[in-house]
């Protein structure tokens, strides 16, 4: 059983920065990918940034998010990273920790085994 726990949202203003942890429980080497998924009232969730839980080095991100977020994770200490520069109000949504069962690219277009694994979310709001 995989479980996720993610800490450090809150608000910040345009062009500022936040940093989002997430640390993980659980058989997590089964699955291929972690990872950071958004959600903003009224839209649809969409994935952020993924990287694969083996290697840790085979990452994948939105083209929205791409140059200003960089996503990592500590194997040995079973933590999952989201570095958030350059914050847009656009980039206001909750943000959730997830554990899915494909490759990183596969995960960012959706596409992933089973339901996968996934935190409570923490709440980033960015103001102008």
């Known amino acids: 059983q995989v479980q996720l726990a993610e800490s450090g949202g809150g608000s910040v203003q345009s062009r500022g920065s936040l940093r989002l942890l997430c640390a993980a429980t659980g058989d997590i080497l089964s699955t291929y990918s972690m990872g950071w998924f958004r959600q903003a009232p009224g839209k649809e969730r969409e994935a952020v940034a993924l990287?694969?839980?083996?290697?840790?080095?085979?990452?994948a991100y939105a083209r929205s998010v791409k140059g200003r977020f960089t996503v990592s994770f500590d194997k040995a200490k079973r933590t999952l990273d989201l570095q958030m520069n350059d914050l847009k109000p656009e980039d206001t949504a909750m943000y959730y920790c997830a554990a899915v069962d494909a490759e990183p690219s596969e995960a960012l277009r959706g596409h992933w085994y089973g339901s996968g694994h996934w935190g409570q979310g923490t709440q980033v709001t960015v103001s102008s």
């Open positions: 990287i694969d839980s083996e290697t840790a080095s085979i990452t």
